[in-house]
Nanobody, 122 residues
Framework: EVQLVESGGGLVQPGGSLRLSCAAS????????MSWIRQAPGKEREGVAT???????SYADSVKGRFTITKDNAKNTLYLQMNSLKPEDTAMYYC????????????????WGQGTQVTVSS
C-alpha cells in the first residue's frame, strides 16, 4: 500500500520560511518522480516543484528562487524548503509520486498525500 504523509505546514508571516516534509511508504523515492502540488480555494491546482529520478529539479515560475525541492532516498522522504513566503503562497500543499513523467507533467500523478495547509498572513 502506498502512503504519502505530509507535515510541516502552518501559519507564517510574509517573508518567513517553512519546510514541508513528505514521508513515503510503498514507493521508493529513488525510483519515482516526486512532486509538490498546491491548491488554493477557488484556484486551479498548480504544480510547484518536481524532482526527477535523476535528481534534476523543475519549478513553477511563481516559486523559482524561493522554493527548493530535495529528497533523502535513505529516509524515503521528500522535502520542500519555502523561503520568502508571500500571501499568494497560501494553499493546501500535496506531495505526489508516480513512475510516469507524462502523468506528472499532466498534473495527474498516481499517488497523493492528504495535504498540509500553508497560510501566509500577517
Amino acid at each position: 500500500e502506498v502512503q504519502l504523509v505530509e507535515s510541516g505546514g502552518g501559519l507564517v508571516q510574509p517573508g518567513g520560511s517553512l519546510r514541508l516534509s513528505c514521508a513515503a511508504s510503498g514507493v521508493t523515492s529513488s525510483s519515482y518522480y516526486m512532486s509538490w502540488i498546491r491548491q488554493a480555494p477557488g484556484k486551479e491546482r498548480e504544480g510547484v516543484a518536481t524532482i526527477f529520478i535523476s535528481g534534476l529539479t523543475s519549478y513553477a515560475d511563481s516559486v523559482k528562487g524561493r522554493f527548493t525541492i530535495t529528497k533523502d532516498n535513505a529516509k524515503n522522504t521528500l522535502y520542500l524548503q519555502m523561503n520568502s513566503l508571500k500571501p499568494e503562497d497560501t494553499a493546501m500543499y500535496y506531495c505526489a509520486a508516480d513512475v510516469s513523467i507524462s502523468r506528472v507533467r499532466a498534473g495527474s500523478p498516481l499517488y497523493w498525500g492528504q495535504g498540509t495547509q500553508v497560510t501566509v498572513s500577517s
